[in-house]
């Protein structure tokens, strides 16, 4: 039996129940606090530290799994002015498995030379085309067996799942694929920003990646996922490079070039325009690559043979030319938070110069220093009011080449340190190069073979007039106008402002008595190309014809 209620006393108490409903209610549809952010975040197209300053990667790749020995090569990388370095890890389906002590020491080795580090797998690459290559899925379960390595480094630390994950074959996967092994990852816990590659061998030429991104991107429960595209010969022109990239932008999406070079088997890419554009963009770039590149490739190596102080023409462009690491690039203010290292290195000790000979020298000076360490040195050639970065390094002395004879010159040196900070200039070096003994016995053809708006493809022909082979050979020339190698065949070309270098290869460094050799390359110009009228071949002059 139920007693019937007063009126009075009740009435206010299911008042009371119906008011502490309606705000229990009200907490339930307002949404928790969101907690401070763990490490790098996505917001609004833009990559963005935890403290809320954009980040833009300036750096480039390093294969760590096959050259596991060459781990101080991120030294020698954050010493010519990279932010970020990419490393190449094998998931051990195709590679060596880099276990999770080796990851945790490769972070180690980022953190301590104050660099972001972008951790890749490269065994997805081209999958379903390339025999052995392995799923998405297989990477994210990597990832989970070396994730005690990467707990904590959210800061530090950005997780590319697989290289490259779909070949020409199966690609319109990618989409499924990408958001399981996206989901995948973050159902284990991982906080980091998480990075994807484009199919079709990470250029996305049937443009999966680039019409599947947003919804990509909003599979992502903690909306924490950069693109990366790999510009090689499906970029090479401007207008696909400026377009391709304007379209993330529009959209908001956050996209950077993980890979590029300045030529490729599958055609030549536009790497000016590439360096130009994402800085215009203010997105990211990471050049392919440090060095150790093989299978007919070995033009993409940035520095020959792993040493900081041998830049190709390839490291040259990207390291210190327009739009390039060393003039665009900012350090992560994760390494100088709390007002930072503001305070630049002294200058370093006046170059002195020796072994001066018509083609090169070698400098040396007296260290700076800085409280908290000189992380490298930049050597300036100084003239007509300029100055030009023409190498980098982390010693107290460097070696010069690709002068030409009878040519005075002026150096000078700047000293970086940990935080970016760089010291004034130094006292300055003059000295004359050699003038290289006689007339050589050499002849140079020049010819142009083909030209288009704003470019052209030349030949030389170098000839052996005398009696004896030449075992062994460099050629010398300067350009009277603005022209610039941008690829070479038959050796391997350097360029300092209008100054070029050729050293042979190895098929063509024997030219037998009263033989020659072909050289090719393509280059830029203005809107005038006249030829270069002197040259040089180990530092004597060439008949020219």
């Not at 707990?151 to 994950?165: L, S």
């Not at 000790?349 to 001066?356: C, E």
Request: proline share 4%; with cysteine; hydrophobic share 40%.
């Amino acid at each position: 039996m139920r007693l019937r209620p007063t009126l009075t006393t009740p009435r206010l108490a299911t008042v009371a129940a119906t008011v502490l409903a309606l705000f229990l209610s009200l907490l339930a549809l307002t949404p928790p606090a969101q907690a401070a952010p763990t490490g790098f975040r996505v917001q609004n197209g833009r990559l963005l530290e935890a403290g809320g300053n954009d980040f833009v990667m300036r750096g480039v790749n390093h294969a760590h799994t096959w050259f596991p020995d060459r781990i101080s090569s991120l030294s020698h990388i954050k010493a010519k002015g990279a932010n970020t370095v990419r490393v190449v890890l094998s998931s051990g389906d195709r590679w060596t498995r880099n276990d999770a002590a080796d990851v945790a020491n490769v972070v180690s080795q980022c953190k301590q030379n104050r660099l972001i580090c972008v951790l890749e797998v490269h065994d997805t690459t081209g999958y379903g085309e390339q025999s052995g290559a392995a799923t998405l899925a297989r990477a994210a379960d990597y990832w989970i067996s070396v994730q005690s390595a990467l707990t904590g480094q959210e800061d530090y630390v950005i997780v590319n799942i697989g290289n490259e994950p779909h070949g020409n074959i199966g690609y319109t996967a990618w989409t499924a694929d990408t958001k399981a092994a996206i989901q995948k990852l973050r159902d284990a816990g991982f906080d980091h920003t998480i990075m994807v590659d484009a199919p079709n061998w990470g250029q996305d030429w049937a443009f999966t990646m680039r019409d599947n991104a947003a919804s990509v991107f909003a599979a992502d429960p903690d909306a924490n996922t950069v693109f990366s595209i790999h510009m090689y010969g499906v970029f090479d022109t401007a207008a696909e490079i400026t377009d391709y990239l304007n379209r993330f932008v529009t959209a908001k999406l956050p996209i950077v070039v993980g890979e590029f070079g300045h030529d490729h088997s599958d055609g030549n890419p536009d790497e000016d325009t590439i360096l130009a554009v994402t800085q215009q963009l203010r997105l990211g770039y990471l050049g392919w690559s440090w060095s150790g590149n093989g299978g007919g490739v070995e033009y993409l190596d940035m520095v020959a043979n792993f040493d900081p102080d041998q830049l190709t023409s390839w490291g040259q462009r990207l390291f210190n030319g327009a739009n390039g690491i060393a003039a665009t690039a900012k350090e992560a203010a994760i390494y100088s938070s709390g007002g930072g290292d503001t305070t630049p290195p002294t200058a370093p000790g006046t170059p002195t110069a020796s072994g001066v000979t018509s083609s090169s020298a070698t400098l040396t000076w007296a260290a700076a220093s800085d409280a908290t360490g000189v992380t490298g040195y930049d050597v300036v050639r100084i003239g007509g009011g300029a100055e030009t970065v023409v190498t980098s390094t982390a010693r107290t002395t460097a070696a010069l080449t690709g002068l030409s004879p009878a040519t005075p010159y002026t150096f000078a040196v700047y000293a970086r340190d940990a935080a970016g900070n760089r010291s004034p200039r130094s006292a300055a070096v003059t000295f004359t190069t050699s003038s290289g003994g006689s007339t050589a016995a050499c002849g140079v053809g020049y010819r142009v073979t083909g030209s288009w708006p704003g470019g052209f493809q030349g030949e030389i022909t170098l000839r052996n007039t005398g009696t004896s082979a030449i075992n062994g050979w460099t050629l010398r020339w300067t350009f009277p106008d603005s022209q610039r190698i941008t690829n070479l065949w038959g050796g391997t070309a350097t360029q300092n402002g209008s100054e070029v270098s050729v050293a042979a290869a190895s098929y063509t460094a024997t030219i037998p008595a009263s033989g020659s050799v072909t050289l090719g390359f393509t280059a830029s110009r203005a809107t005038a190309n006249p030829s270069p009228t002197a040259f040089t071949l180990n530092g004597a002059a060439c008949a020219v014809s």
